[in-house]
């Protein structure tokens, strides 16, 4: 319990320098991007094109992991609010859709008629639900099914995001929310870590099972507000 206090507090202190220079990485990269691709027109051998297209990878993962990182730094920046879930799902869902539908991923969704109320800001709920619905549909590679469920259970939402995906090794299982741990080439091993900040600072928490060969659960689970 202690180390992870002291990891968290590690994490913070790097969101918080993460915070503090983003645009001082992020306008270099932007420099960067801009004159590779001018030298990309200029130089249109094969070999020259194959090391264009490199560094402009490696640039993208620059700027996603200074972008990840900085929701890490500020989790309590945003406002709070009371949101309906459904309502977000409904602006996240056709982006994620469409998304899947070029990987031919079936996406069904199962909401409740009744309102599900959460209060958080709603750009992080939607960070949490785009980072794990990412990672969903990269398990499934040649295809699949996705299937979203959203439920009161007892005062707390719980909304579940199950793949049929390659599933995880228990290895992997036990090192999912240490900062930079990735198993993907171009992974920045940040998104899970950033879910869960994102989630404990709201009372919530992030529960991952998954089974080998089969697929993946993620599990949202947030305290219910209370209407009366
Ligand atoms: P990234 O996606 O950048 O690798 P994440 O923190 O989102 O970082 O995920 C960490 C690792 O956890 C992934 O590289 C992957 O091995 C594993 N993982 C996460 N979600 C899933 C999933 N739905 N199915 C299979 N493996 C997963
Ligand atoms: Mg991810």
Redesign the pocket.
Known sequence: RELAQIEADKLKLIGTIAAGTAHEIRNPLTGIKGFISLLSQKYTDERDQYYFALIQTEVKRINDIVSELLLIGKPAGLRKETIVVQDVMKEVLPLFESEAQLQHTRVTADLPAYPLRVSISPDHFKQVLL?LSK??L??LEGGGEISIEAAEEGGRIRIRIA?T????SAE?LRK?FVPF????ST???????VCKQILDSYGGSLIID?RIGAG?T?MIDLPAVQTL
């Open positions: 980072n990672n969903a990269e398990a793949d995906g390659k599933g995880m992997t999912l741990f990735t198993m993907k992974g920045t091993g940040l998104g899970l870590v998954s993946t993620a």
